[in-house]
């Protein structure tokens, strides 16, 4: 796939995902296209930069909780509330933006 081909196929799955918490936690997730490798290369590294801003440090065992609250395929909303006490204020903007780079990911292979 050609670079200028990549990013229109970006920009086409971005379009399509919602950009409100209640709209992406509407939408469906095609747990089959969240690979391992995904997992690994995108989503974790993501979760631990995103902690290490709230909390000035990586934060091991709260990153390996939403990977594995990930894993098994937890809706977002469960997820949500087992991080509120600890994100606070911070809870629906990291869960809306850590539940829109799934859709993506996943809705990116998918239509690969």
């Known amino acids: 796939m050609?670079?200028?081909e990549r990013e229109q196929?970006?920009?086409q799955v971005v379009q399509t995902i919602p950009t409100t918490t209640e709209g992406v936690f509407?939408?469906?997730?095609?747990?089959?296209y969240?690979?391992?490798e995904i997992?690994?290369?995108?989503?974790k590294p993501w979760v631990v930069t995103s902690f290490t801003k709230f909390f000035g440090q990586p934060h091991?065992?709260?990153?390996?909780?939403?990977?594995?609250?990930?894993?098994?395929?937890?809706?977002?909303?469960?997820l949500a509330s087992e991080l509120r006490p600890i994100l606070d204020d911070e809870t629906?903007?990291?869960?809306?933006?850590?539940?829109?780079?799934?859709?993506?990911e996943t809705r990116f292979v998918q239509q690969s």
């Open 2 to 4: 050609l670079q200028a």
């Open 9 to 11: 196929k970006i920009l």
């Open 26 to 32: 509407a939408t469906p997730v095609d747990w089959q």
């Open 34 to 36: 969240l690979s391992k």
């Open 39 to 43: 997992m690994d290369n995108k989503i």
């Open 60 to 78: 091991d065992d709260m990153v390996n909780f939403v990977v594995e609250m990930i894993k098994a395929q937890q809706p977002p909303a469960t």
């Open 92 to 104: 629906d903007t990291f869960m809306l933006k850590l539940w829109r780079m799934i859709i993506f």
